[in-house]
């Protein structure tokens, strides 16, 4: 029993460890490709995604962090909103699930996650959580 909670604990564990570098995420606007500003991107989709380790980094005089996230933001103007996704720059200090844009349009929402290609929807990281809450029921159910 204590085996096989271990092993549940493990391979739990291991659902969310994630690399430090070399994360990849989708990066689309959907000014461009209609399918961005979709809930959920398909894994068959043709959406371009990019090893974050190679994308040019914003010009800015704050100090940048390495890349560990993907995010999902949606912005608005007078125009009408644009939903995009890409790699997520984040300066020394940043608080969690804050996104700054480069242009005047206002941030409805941000969705920052760890992990290759989490942006593809806004719930990716409660989808893992909840997996794992089920393997570790799952397993309990087993050793009884």
Not at 119 to 128: C, D, I, K, Y
């Given at each position: 029993m204590l085996k096989q909670m271990c092993a549940i604990l493990l391979i739990?564990?291991?659902c969310f460890m994630h690399s430090a570098t070399a994360i990849k995420c989708y990066q689309c606007k959907s000014l461009t490709d209609p399918n961005c500003a979709k809930d959920n991107i398909d894994g068959?989709?043709?959406i371009r995604q990019v090893d974050c380790d190679n994308v040019a980094k914003p010009n800015t005089m704050e100090q940048l962090q390495a890349v560990t996230k993907c995010n999902k933001v949606v912005t608005s103007d007078r125009a009408g909103v644009i939903v995009s996704r890409d790699?997520?720059?984040e300066t020394v200090g940043q608080k969690d699930n804050v996104c700054t844009v480069t242009?005047?349009?206002q941030v409805e929402s941000c969705y920052t996650c760890k992990g290759d290609l989490c942006?593809?929807?806004?719930?990716?990281?409660?989808?893992?959580v909840g997996f794992a809450a089920l393997l570790a029921v799952f397993a309990m159910q087993m050793t009884l």
């Open positions: 739990s564990l291991l068959n989709s043709n790699c997520h720059f242009h005047s349009r942006n593809a929807s806004g719930a990716a990281r409660f989808m893992a």
